[in-house]
Nanobody, 115 residues
Framework: VQLQASGGGLVQPGGSLRLSCAASGSIGSANVMAWYRQAPEKQRELVAAISGGGSTTYVDSLKGRFTISRDTAKNTLYLQMNSLKPEDTAVYYC??????????WGKGTLVTVSS
């Protein structure tokens, strides 16, 4: 399984970005995909997760601004980020957990929120 994240970049405070994570390989349908982020000098933290059936989980502090979704046919995970703040600056990673509990990580995409 390989994961390729994209869509990061520089955005002004209050702006929006949509991240994508394309999955390839023997993915299966019974898996959970998630977005994590790691800000400079901080630990990696969960942003949101979505099951194969579409159930979602969000970090409370990001509810209402971030939306996770997936296109099962395209094996692609998305993260729509609105009303971005400087504290959202981080490298964003996608993760897939397969049916057997094995985890796969993408390389990450940098999001910088700055004026």
């Amino acid at each position: 399984v390989q994961l390729q994240a994209s869509g990061g970049g520089l955005v002004q405070p209050g702006g929006s970005l949509r991240l994508s994570c394309a999955a390839s390989g023997s993915i299966g349908s019974a898996n959970v995909m998630a977005w994590y982020r790691q800000a400079p000098e901080k630990q990696r933290e969960l942003v949101a997760a979505i099951s194969g059936g579409g159930s979602t989980t969000y970090v409370d502090s990001l509810k209402g601004r971030f939306t996770i979704s997936r296109d099962t046919a395209k094996n692609t995970l998305y993260l729509q980020m609105n009303s971005l703040k400087p504290e959202d600056t981080a490298v964003y990673y996608c993760r897939l957990t397969d049916y057997y509990g094995k985890q796969y990580w993408g390389k990450g995409t940098l999001v910088t929120v700055s004026s």
